[in-house]
Every structure is written in structure tokens, then in C-alpha cells.
């Protein structure tokens, strides 16, 4: 079945020391998003990557980095990882950017920072 | 005013009533409206997405729009306690991302 997959699902690291999170997608969409989302909030758009065209929100931290090497696959590096960066992080994608597509999330990952 | 608003919630409704979710929202040119059901732990999960005015029906859940009235609601027949989890919305217009609600937590009751 095409999905999207992230690992790992659970994620422990330490307070400053730096983590990637990858995700990757068999379903061939040319977009691809990262959320972070905190408990009883809603998801909360980091970046995303139209194709290799990288679009950062403005309010999303210079810790959080991203790199989409190929269609399939997406990565989220967290530099200095602070208590607050706590969080599941979602990665989603969608056939296409625009008002018409929906978007499909992975299974996301829980990072807990010690 | 929040870009879009759900239902402070929780929402509790007996084994077999109807839920009914609503949500509003501020952008007039938006064109997209969606539906995710979230439960807790997991992932958002597409239920509905819905594009033109009026009812929407796939199996229990009909989704509802009014642009002109900038609403949109979802309802649950025959609600199950599978249906309790967090209900949010999203919203987008054409060229932007995703505005999400905050959810409206829904509770069916045996």
C-alpha cells in the first residue's frame, strides 16, 4: 500500500544534542510538510518542500532544519533540542500544492528530550 | 479572531445519536475545507474534504459548507465509541498551506 512512513516513532535525546527525524512516502507526491504538534493543540506548519523548492514558515525556529534529498524521502534536523522542542512531529504530503489537495500524514514521531 | 474556530468541546453524544461538529472560519477566499479525525497518540487521518456548497455524504459522516456564511460542519450518524477522538478542521485557499482549528475533542458514550 503507498504510504508515508516516519522513523523512528519514538524518539528520546538529550537537552543540546541533535536529532534527525526522517520521513519517507511510495504515494510519489511532489510535497511534502513538516508539523510539530503539542498536546491538545492543533499541528503547527514548520516547512514544507514544493518538489526542491524549500518553503520555511516565518515563525519556525533556526533550530529546526530540513533536506529533502530525492522525491521520496525528507528529514528533519533538530540542532540543539530544548525541553520545549518536546513535541509528535508529523510529516505530511500532498500530490501537489494548491487549494484542491489534500494532505496525508505518517504515522509521526514523539520526541522526548531529557 | 482566530483564522478558524471549532467547538471548544469535549463533545459528548449517547451510542447511536448524531454528532454534530462545526467550524468557521475568517479567510473569505478560501476554497478547501477538510476534516481530520485525530485519535489521541496518532496521526491526523482524513475523514472528508469538500470544496463546493452544500452536503457531502460518505457512509456516517456528511460534511456541510456555507461559504457565505464561512461554515463548515461535519456529522457523525449513528455515532460509535470508534467515532471519540479529536475532530480538526483545515482550511486553505489556493498557493497557501493549511490553516488548522484547534479540534473539538468528541466523546460517544456506550
Known amino acids: 500500500d503507498a504510504m508515508v512512513i516516519q522513523n523512528p516513532r519514538y524518539q528520546v535525546t538529550q537537552f543540546g544534542k541533535p536529532v534527525t527525524l526522517s520521513c519517507s512516502q511510495t504515494l510519489n507526491h511532489n510535497v511534502m510538510y513538516w508539523y510539530q504538534q503539542k498536546s491538545s493543540q492543533a499541528p503547527k506548519l514548520l516547512f514544507h518542500?514544493?518538489?526542491?523548492?524549500?518553503?520555511n514558515e516565518a515563525d519556525t525556529p533556526d533550530n529546526f532544519q530540513s533536506r529533502r534529498p530525492n522525491t521520496s524521502f525528507c528529514f528533519l534536523d533538530i540542532r540543539s533540542p530544548g525541553l520545549g522542542d518536546a513535541a509528535m512531529y508529523l510529516c505530511a504530503t500532498s500530490p501537489t500544492g494548491g487549494s484542491a489537495y489534500e494532505q496525508y500524514f505518517g504515522p509521526g514521531t514523539r520526541l522526548t528530550v531529557t | 479572531q482566530k483564522e478558524v474556530e471549532q467547538n471548544s468541546g469535549p463533545l459528548s453524544v449517547p451510542e447511536g445519536a448524531i454528532a454534530s461538529l462545526n467550524c468557521t472560519y475568517s479567510?473569505?477566499?478560501?476554497?478547501?475545507f477538510f476534516w481530520y479525525r485525530q485519535y489521541s497518540g496518532k496521526s491526523p487521518e482524513l475523514i472528508m474534504s469538500?470544496?463546493?456548497?452544500g452536503d457531502k455524504e460518505d457512509g456516517r459522516f456528511t460534511a456541510q459548507l456555507n461559504k457565505a456564511s464561512q461554515y463548515v460542519s461535519l456529522l457523525i450518524r449513528d455515532s460509535q465509541p470508534s467515532d471519540s477522538a479529536t475532530y480538526l478542521c483545515?482550511?486553505?485557499?489556493?498557493?497557501?498551506?493549511?490553516?488548522f482549528g484547534p479540534g473539538t475533542r468528541l466523546s460517544v458514550l456506550p
Open positions: 518542500y514544493y518538489d526542491k523548492d524549500f518553503n
Open positions: 469538500i470544496y463546493s456548497n
Open positions: 479567510d473569505r477566499v478560501s476554497q478547501s
Open positions: 483545515a482550511v486553505n485557499r489556493y498557493g497557501q498551506n493549511f490553516v
